[in-house]
Structures are given as C-alpha cells and as structure tokens.
C-alpha cells in the first residue's frame, strides 16, 4: 500500500508540474503578444465569441483576452506554491496545508478550463474542446491520486475488508410443519 501511495504522490507532482509549465507558458505568450493572444486561433475565437455574446467593443475583447491570460498565470502560479510547499515540508507528505492549495489549484483550472471550453462547445469547435476536456480529466486524475495520496499507510481500501455477516433470518412456522 505504500508503493501506491508514493506512486500515486510522484504523478501528482507530474501533473501539477505539467499545468504549472503548460499554462505558465499560455500565459506568457498571450500576455506578451502583440495582439495579446488574438494570433492563436483558439483563444481569438474565445474573444470572439466572448465579443458577439456580450457586444464588446475592441477595448473590451483586449481586456478580457488579458484577463484570461492572468488567469492561466494565476493558476500556474497555484500549482507552482503547492509544489514548492511540498518540497519545503516534509518529504511528500499530506498536510492539510497541501491539501487546500491543491483543491485551490484545481478549483481554479476547472473553473478556467470550462470558460474556456465553453465557447468551443457551444460553436461545436473539436479541437479546442478536446484540449480543455483532457486538461479537466488530468484534474479529475490529480484530484483522485489527491485522495489516494491521504489514506493512511495502514489502512485497507474498502474492497479488501471482510464482509458483514448478514443475520440469517428463521424459518417461518409453516416450513418447519412440512
């Protein structure tokens, strides 16, 4: 059981190290783009979308593709303080501290992610979707190894417990006169 939970700990980290470079890296290349991010076709057609569905105005689209660019940062910065917290404390260990950084980190990637995706799906785009949908299920494998990651090194998952012993009801009157 604990080769599982070690196993489960180091993908953890590779995952929160892959989010913390990819979006750190999204990030930065919409923040310092010229047209801030509008030169990549997924996000131009979030702007777009954002545009029609809102009636922005050109100062408006900039604002918010900049705005969507400070979250990708702010959440690679989450993943980047969980990981540094991990590696500070002890040695991988489950301390609520991690813990509420990485719900925080994921919570966040979720939330980003869907505004995302939203537009994507709602215009029946593919490849836009399918990035953000494999993101979300990375966040749904960190959070389940999260889980795994905290269960104590002795205790036995609930399927390898011994059943309850069911109590056998008596036979009735009229089966026993037979």
């Known amino acids: 059981m604990r080769a599982a939970t070690q196993a489960a700990t180091f993908i953890l980290g590779a995952i929160c190290c892959y989010f913390a470079l990819s979006w750190a890296l999204d990030a930065a290349r919409v923040l ?8 990549d076709f997924a996000h131009a057609e979030i702007a777009h979308f954002l545009r029609q569905t809102f ?6 689209v900039l604002l918010t593709t ?3 660019g400070a979250g990708k940062l702010a959440v690679a910065a989450l993943f980047v303080v969980y990981l540094v917290e991990r590696l500070r404390g002890d040695r991988w260990r489950g301390d609520d ?3 509420m950084t990485l719900r925080a980190a994921l919570a966040a990637l979720i939330g980003l992610s869907t505004v995302l995706a939203l537009p994507a799906i709602l215009l029946g785009r593919d490849a836009p979707a399918l ?7 990375l966040a749904a494998a960190a959070g389940a ?4 990651e905290q269960m104590p090194v002795g205790q036995a998952p609930v399927a390898a417990m011994e059943p309850v012993a069911e109590p ?3 036979e009735p009157e009229y089966a026993q006169a037979a």
């Open 66 to 68: 900049a705005a969507l």
């Open 131 to 137: 990035a953000y949908s494999l993101q979300l299920l």
């Open 145 to 148: 190894l999260s889980l795994i």
């Open 55 to 60: 009636g922005l105005g050109a100062d408006g």
């Open 97 to 99: 501290e991690h813990q």
């Open 32 to 39: 310092t783009s010229p047209w801030i991010g509008l030169d």
């Open 168 to 170: 056998v009801a008596a």
